[in-house]
């Protein structure tokens, strides 16, 4: 069973930095890319992030390029979303999901962003 | 960006009813290899979306007959039959043939 699991999100202030996780199993991690999904409270789904799977190509949502960094380690079958200069309207809940159609999403982790 | 029109926005619906709800797409959605990349997700209240249905009209394992999607190039549809109080939340269509990949703003499906 596929299974996605996020962590590392919380309150932090804005213009500080957070870094998520995203542990996987149930599948082969090393040969599927990844994707970041934040929804916003009472919004709709945005795509911020992919990764392949091998690293070799990253793409990033004009809202998040060059502020956020996504990443990750084969060896722990981890997706990493590392987020700099963070603003109020980052706040969020982030989503890690297996490239697919969106068919497999992790459960979500809430990031707030306030003073 | 490909931009994903869902309408309407929110149904009221009575158990046991059918519902339809539409998705327009600002480009064709088929891809080079002739799939077309559509998707349907439902986020039930306080849990992450789940996907129904992919490339169109093909249901995920474990998704109820009563659910079907249909369509080509631009212009989508899902209809649930037989609405049950399991089905209630906000549906997401999402295309994945062009980057970056977007979603519908949703339609809420709730009790009459």
């Known amino acids: 069973e596929v299974q996605l699991v996020e962590s590392g999100g919380g309150l932090v202030k804005p213009g500080s930095s957070l870094k998520l996780s995203c542990v996987a199993s149930g599948f082969t991690f090393s040969s599927y890319g990844m994707h970041w999904i934040r929804q916003a409270p009472k919004k709709g789904l945005e795509w911020i992030a992919l990764i392949y799977y091998d690293s070799s190509n990253k793409y990033y949502a004009d809202s998040v390029k060059g502020r956020f960094t996504i990443s990750r380690d084969n060896s722990k079958n981890t997706l990493y979303l590392e987020m700099n200069s963070l603003r109020s309207e980052d706040t969020a809940m982030y989503y890690c999901?297996?490239?697919?159609?969106?068919?497999?999403w992790g459960q979500g982790v809430m990031v707030t962003v306030s003073s | 960006d490909v931009v994903m029109t869902q309408t309407p926005p929110s149904l009221s619906v009575a158990i046991g009813q059918s519902v339809s709800i539409s998705c327009k797409s600002s480009q064709s959605l088929v891809y080079s290899d002739g799939k077309t990349y559509l998707h349907w997700l439902l986020q039930s209240s306080g849990r992450s979306p789940k996907r129904l249905i992919y490339q169109v009209s093909n249901l995920d394992s474990g998704v109820p007959d009563r659910f079907s999607g249909t369509g080509s190039q631009k212009d989508f549809t899902l209809k649930i039959s037989r609405v049950e109080a399991k089905d209630l939340g906000v549906y997401y269509c999402a295309q994945t043939t062009h980057f970056p990949p977007t979603f519908g703003a949703g339609t809420k499906l709730e009790l009459k």
């Open positions: 999901a297996k490239y697919g159609g969106y068919g497999y």
